[in-house]
């Protein structure tokens, strides 16, 4: 396997543990707490995920290249022997 096929799976493997872990911590919280304090919690799934969105963002536009780059054909470097 070619190393930006290796990449591409391993960011999305570490998209998708984003995104499971803020689901199980949003939704481990949803069941826990009391009907009269669901609403008070909406403020705290907001202040956890915002500093995640930065961390899913940074990696997207590198996400984008390898895509690009494994689904389009790269121009290959001519082999060519210049004799000494």
């Known amino acids: 396997?070619?190393?930006p096929r290796k990449l591409l799976l391993g960011l999305?493997?570490?998209?998708?543990?984003y995104a499971a872990t803020m689901i199980s911590f949003c939704s481990g919280h949803f069941f826990v707490l009391r009907d009269e304090m669901r609403s008070a919690v909406y403020p705290l799934y907001?202040?956890?995920c915002f500093p995640m969105i930065f961390?899913?963002?940074?990696?997207?536009?590198?996400?984008?290249?390898?895509i690009w780059a494994i689904f389009k054909k790269v121009p290959q470097r001519k082999k060519s022997v210049i004799p000494h």
């Open 1 to 3: 396997m070619a190393l």
């Open 46 to 48: 907001a202040a956890t």
């Open 12 to 17: 999305t493997s570490l998209f998708t543990s």
């Open 55 to 66: 961390f899913v963002l940074a990696p997207v536009p590198l996400y984008l290249d390898l």
